[in-house]
């Protein structure tokens, strides 16, 4: 908010925390959805890497006398324990730019009486079913 409106970082928390409260319907159904599919994003990454990480170690190469492993368990347990931590902050990133688009539409909406100009047609198409719903439900 700082960059958009151009205040300092009280006034412009002051502006965010307002338009937060002003969309949290939109706000939630975003984070929800966002925070599912980020989840399942961070399950298929890391389940990926154990999975690659078991097949390395089911070659020929680890099975031979010199280079035997026992039990590939805690390797594989480590690689999706890391594979985890990776992904968590990859979709870490990509949560907070999920949050800065957002909050960027609502300040668009707020400032040009409740229709964003400078959105996307299809964010904007987005947030215009869950405005017909909420005018529905009132």
């Known amino acids: 908010m700082i960059a958009i409106t151009g205040k300092s970082f009280c006034k412009a928390s002051a502006v965010a925390t307002e338009l937060i409260m002003n969309?949290?319907?939109?706000?939630?159904?975003?984070?929800?959805i966002g925070d599912v599919i980020l989840s399942l994003g961070k399950l298929c990454v890391s389940l990926s890497s154990a999975v690659f990480a078991f097949l390395m170690l089911d070659t020929h190469k680890y099975r031979s006398s010199h280079n035997?492993?026992?039990s590939p368990l805690f390797p594989?347990?480590?690689c999706w324990g890391l594979g985890y931590v990776v992904a968590?902050?990859?979709f870490a990133v990509v949560e907070m730019s999920i949050d800065t688009i957002i909050l960027s539409f609502c300040q668009d909406s707020e400032e040009h009486q409740g229709t964003a100009q400078y959105a996307p047609p299809l964010l904007i198409e987005t947030f215009n079913d869950q405005n017909e719903m909420q005018r529905l439900t009132h």
């Open 23 to 32: 969309n949290i319907l939109r706000i939630g159904r975003v984070n929800v």
């Open 68 to 70: 035997r492993i026992s």
């Open 76 to 78: 594989v347990l480590v």
């Open 88 to 90: 968590t902050l990859f």
